[in-house]
């Protein structure tokens, strides 16, 4: 049974910072990367950022590039995404899942989705 739980949410001012956690269980190994996603009311769901589980390689969103890191913990099996400088527009509910790879043709994601935690950015 596949499980994902993300974590580490909540209301912050513009300029602060949060540090999402993600935990996930029960993927096949044809699934070798993690990517962070968002959606904002009313807007599509977006990809922001990923990282391979193969040589931690990782990739970022224009729009969050510079300011969010995305990292992973072997050991806890746990992949982070912390994120700096927080600004209005990143207000969203954030949510992580496997992904077959995080660049190049076939990167699909797992289909399965958590909970999601919501961060929401305002004075």
């Known amino acids: 049974q596949v499980q994902i739980v993300e974590s580490g949410g909540g209301s912050v001012q513009p300029g602060e910072s949060l540090r999402l956690s993600c935990v996930t269980s029960?993927?096949?190994?044809?699934?070798?990367?993690i990517g962070w996603f968002r959606q904002a009311p009313g807007k599509d769901r977006q990809a922001i950022s990923c990282?391979?589980?193969?040589?931690?390689?990782?990739n970022y969103a224009d729009s969050v590039k510079g300011r969010f890191t995305i990292s992973r913990d072997k050991a806890n099996n746990t992949v982070y995404l912390q994120m700096n400088s927080l600004k209005p527009e990143d207000t969203a509910a954030y949510y992580c899942?496997?992904?077959?790879?995080?660049?190049?043709?076939?990167?699909?994601?797992?289909?399965?989705w958590g909970r999601g935690a919501q961060v929401s950015v305002s004075s």
């Open positions: 990282i391979s589980m193969t040589d931690d390689s990782t």
């Open positions: 899942t496997p992904r077959r790879c995080c660049s190049g043709s076939g990167c699909y994601p797992s289909g399965s």
């Open positions: 029960g993927f096949t190994f044809a699934y070798k990367a």
